[in-house]
DNA sequence: CAATAGATCATCT
DNA sequence: GATGATCTATTGC
């Protein structure tokens, strides 16, 4: 039974749905995500790349990849793909479980739960999370993620946003009509 | 309400 | 020197 992280990096990417990701007193339900395949897919950091930065892709499933955007926003992946082969999940939205007032207040915001983690960038936002959190073991310790333990409502699947390349790939998933779905 | 510009930097060529 | 897996504020209808 291989782990959710040793899953094909799409059906990861599904499996996470409804899981929980926790960072100390702060967690939340992660609702939205993308999968990235580092071969075969040229929208993907590492794809022919294999470099410094993307060596992690084919490293142990369950690690964090956290890169910058844009030069100012940090993105969570978790990298997940059966051994031998390379690919982390993107983390788009969650729906926030405890830690509310802190989602907050690191925004510097009063927005309403079902938007205070609602993109990739705000997610990382809302649970501090940056770049001295790359390479993190996301299976154990304080900042980590929790299999779902219920299986989540409908799963949606669609083209994956912000991206110009392997745009007919639907690679970005999320619960059916969870308002914290990012827009 | 829809469209767009600007912020800002690690990484790679 | 170019390039983004984004977000927000602002502009223009």
């Not at 499996?15 to 993907?44: K, M, N, Q, S």
């Amino acid at each position: 039974m291989p782990s959710l992280f040793e899953l094909p990096t799409p059906r990861a990417a599904r499996a996470l749905l409804g899981a929980t990701l926790v960072h100390g007193r702060v967690a939340g339900t992660i609702v939205e995500t993308e999968a990235y395949a580092a071969e075969d897919d040229p929208a993907c950091h590492a794809c022919n790349r294999r470099t410094a930065r993307t060596e992690v892709f084919w490293g142990e499933g369950g690690l964090a990849y956290v890169y910058l955007c844009y030069g100012l926003h940090w993105c969570l992946n978790v990298v997940a793909h059966p051994k031998g082969r390379g690919g982390v999940v993107l983390l788009r939205a969650a729906m926030p479980v405890s830690g509310l007032d802190e989602m907050r207040r690191r925004r510097g915001r009063d927005d309403p739960p079902e938007r205070v983690a609602s993109g990739p960038a705000r997610l990382t936002q809302a649970f501090g999370v940056s770049g001295v959190l790359n390479g993190a073991d996301l299976r154990r310790g304080e900042f980590r993620i929790e299999p779902p333990v219920r299986r989540p409502g409908r799963i949606a699947a669609g083209p994956r946003i912000g991206i110009t390349k392997a745009v007919g790939l639907l690679y970005r998933y999320w619960i059916e009509g969870h308002p914290a779905v990012s827009k």
